[in-house]
């Protein structure tokens, strides 16, 4: 009896034994469940915190870079409403800047002198402005300031877009800058220095009560498609058109992608190659145009030159019936060149009448076609003498500007009209531009700021 007594006492303890294991792995299990969700919830916050400066940051140099073009305007423009128009912009996209800096996990005084450009850069550009609603001149010192600000704007861009690239690169992160801004982002703003702010303080004082495609690629949208010829056809023949667009040669199958409705109604398509490349077509179900081609293939090593690319490209505009065109811009990317040519009429540049090319820089294929302006703007024009010569207009233009070429042009205006004008390109103070004179008023219609890049030509 005894044996027995010990035995079940014996099963108690451990019984208690094992209850007490159990709850303390259960413990720990909780602990450790606790552990990983808190870290988890914690990875979570920085990952959108970081996402969150990094999405400040961005339009913070998006918005300078605004500031920077229009700023560059401002210098060329001798028109007092396109001044006017530059300078309200500046002010404007500077007090963007300034809202989207406050939110980066920087204290004030580690920004101050970026703080202190964009306020200074924005009051001023505003008190600018209003001389110009009061049809005041812009005096000398005015425009040295505004050359000034146009400087520090520059190396501000320049700072901005090193440092996005540490950040980008993963060698500085948003929580590195929190807690060490003072030296870091310091740093990275070393080369606009505070005497260079200083500099302009006095220029302030007495105003102290007071933003690849190449230009006009934004096609113009109408709703009578005047460069849209012909009659309606069906689904078999627009698959036709598109096989005839590779010359029938090499082409293992065609998919349709049925009928797509916008602003050209096309029939859509898919071919696929006999080397298993493929392409995408639109041909127009009006008189059966090529709306858009695409080909996607493997590009090799770049072979074809910039001069040899564009004289393919011309041969292959004209096989397809596209007369009197010009090349006007470029971009290389990935081994393909896209380039943008406009139509030309009597020796005048019709930039509504825009098709893009791309062309591979390894064997000088045609791998793109898109003549969405051209369809929609091409025709014959009933073009005037301009009322305005050209030496009537280049004496409206600012007298800083070098100038080194013009020619007539029709551009497309934002009102979805055409406007006659004079074209002059050239330079001032390192800066290339475009300015458009109206032949038939003398007033200035638009600036373009020209960027060239190693891969190709840029407008702002």
């Not at 065609?254 to 490349?277: A, C, L, M, Q, R």
């Not at 969405?372 to 025709?379: A, D, Q």
Request: hydrophobic share 35%; aromatic share 10%.
């Amino acid at each position: 009896m005894g044996k027995i007594k010990s035995k079940l006492i014996d099963w108690k303890n451990r019984l208690k034994d094992r209850h007490m294991l159990t709850i303390v792995v259960v413990l720990f299990s909780i602990i450790v469940i606790l552990a990983i969700y808190i870290y988890k919830k914690q990875t979570e916050y920085r990952q959108a915190s970081e996402n969150s400066y990094n999405m400040a940051f961005y339009e913070v140099v998006d918005y300078v870079q605004n500031v920077e073009v229009f700023l560059a305007k401002s210098l060329i423009t001798n028109s007092p409403e396109s001044s006017a128009e530059s300078l309200t912009n500046v002010w404007r996209e500077a007090n963007l800047a300034l809202g989207y800096l406050t939110q980066l996990p920087i204290n004030s005084h580690e920004i101050e002198n970026t703080s202190k450009f964009l306020n200074q850069v924005s009051e001023y550009s505003y008190s600018l402005y209003r001389k110009n609603l009061k049809d005041q001149e812009l005096t000398e010192e005015d425009m040295k300031s505004l050359k000034d600000l146009h400087q520090y704007s520059v190396e501000l861009e320049n700072t901005l877009n090193q440092l996005s690239a540490d950040i980008n690169d993963g060698r500085i992160s948003w929580g590195e800058l929190a807690e060490e801004g003072n030296v870091a982002f310091a740093q990275q703003v070393s080369n606009i220095s505070q005497d260079s702010f200083d500099n302009l303080e006095q220029n302030f004082h007495e105003y102290s009560g007071l933003i690849y495609d190449g230009a006009f690629s934004e096609h113009i949208t109408r709703a009578e498609k005047v460069g849209l010829t012909g009659e309606n056809i069906d689904e078999e023949a627009a698959k036709n058109k598109a096989i005839e667009l590779f010359n029938n040669e090499n082409i293992k199958e065609v998919t349709s992608y049925g009928k797509s409705e916008g602003d050209i109604n096309s029939y859509d398509f898919g071919i696929t190659f006999n080397d298993d490349s493929t392409a995408t077509v639109s041909i127009s179900e009006k008189g059966g145009h090529v709306v858009f081609m695409n080909k996607n293939r493997e590009i090799s090593a770049e072979v074809i030159s910039q001069e040899d690319a564009d004289k393919k490209a011309k041969e292959y505009l004209e096989q397809k019936g596209f007369q009197n065109m010009k090349e006007t811009y470029y971009l290389k990317q990935s081994g393909i060149v896209t380039i943008n040519y406009a139509y030309v009429q009597d020796d005048v540049i019709m930039y509504p009448d825009l098709i893009k090319v791309k062309v591979a820089l390894d064997d000088g294929e045609i791998l793109g076609l898109e003549t969405t302006g051209y369809l929609n703007s091409h025709t014959k024009r009933d073009l005037e003498e301009p009322k305005v010569t050209v030496e009537e207009a280049k004496e409206s233009l600012n007298k800083d500007l070098n100038i080194e070429s013009e020619e007539l042009v029709v551009i497309p205006t934002e009102w979805k009209s055409e406007v006659l004008c004079w074209e002059f390109e050239g330079n001032i103070d390192g800066l290339d531009f475009i300015v458009y004179v109206n032949a038939e008023t003398g007033k200035e219609e638009d600036i373009l700021i020209i960027t060239n890049t190693p891969n190709g030509t840029l407008t702002h």
